[in-house]
């Protein structure tokens, strides 16, 4: 058995707080009102066993790093909405998800390697690349419903 890792993995909480007054918001909290929902600790495998049972159309990989052009990372950090949901598996490295709470407010969500995140379809969202190098899964149910309707 291997202590220190489940040491670590028991240790490791997805920081999910109110911007504005850091306060702490859980993950069921985030799931009822708003239906994002946020899961750490899952395997790759978890995530391809999803594609491969028809749930998601597509998928792809990103990678956000100092390559990426300026345009793509403002595309993604404005906000903006989706006529269907975004869902994430992060591979490697630290981002932002905000998510508008029910009273307008930003939700922030910490996210890292092996958490998996889905946004709903129409609540307004932004994504920031924290660490230098991010690289994520995008899985999609239907790519034209996918396009970023930016908020007015
Ligand atoms: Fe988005």
Same mark, same amino acid.
Not at 27 to 38: D, T
């Given at each position: 058995?291997? *202590?220190?890792?489940?040491?670590? =993995?028991?240790? @490791?909480? $997805?920081?999910?707080?109110?911007?504005? &007054?850091?306060?702490?918001? &859980?993950?069921?909290?985030?799931?009822?009102?708003?239906?994002?929902?946020?899961?750490? =600790?899952?395997?790759?495998?978890?995530? $391809? =066993? %999803?594609?491969?049972?028809?749930?998601?159309?597509?998928?792809?990989?990103?990678?956000?790093?100092?390559?990426?052009? @300026?345009?793509?990372?403002?595309? !993604?950090?404005?906000? +903006? %909405?989706? +006529?269907?949901?975004?869902?994430?598996?992060?591979?490697?490295?630290?981002?932002?998800?905000?998510?508008?709470?029910?009273?307008?407010?930003?939700?922030? *969500?910490?996210?890292?390697?092996?958490? !998996?995140?889905?946004?709903?379809?129409?609540?307004? +969202?932004? !994504?920031?690349?924290?660490?230098?190098?991010?690289?994520?899964?995008?899985?999609?149910?239907?790519?034209?419903?996918?396009?970023? *309707?930016?908020?007015?």
């Amino acid at each position: 058995m291997n *202590i220190g890792r489940r040491v670590v =993995n028991i240790l @490791k909480t $997805m920081l999910i707080y109110e911007l504005s &007054s850091q306060k702490p918001v &859980s993950a069921c909290q985030l799931k009822a009102e708003l239906g994002v929902i946020g899961t750490e =600790n899952i395997d790759l495998r978890e995530v $391809m =066993n %999803l594609v491969s049972s028809g749930k998601y159309a597509s998928f792809d990989e990103i990678i956000i790093d100092d390559q990426t052009p @300026k345009e793509l990372l403002n595309k !993604f950090s404005e906000e +903006h %909405l989706h +006529h269907d949901e975004e869902v994430r598996y992060f591979l490697e490295g630290k981002s932002i998800f905000d998510v508008r709470g029910s009273s307008d407010e930003w939700i922030r *969500i910490e996210a890292e390697e092996k958490d !998996f995140i889905t946004v709903p379809a129409n609540l307004y +969202h932004r !994504f920031f690349a924290i660490d230098k190098k991010v690289k994520a899964i995008r899985l999609f149910t239907d790519t034209d419903g996918w396009q970023p *309707i930016y908020r007015e």
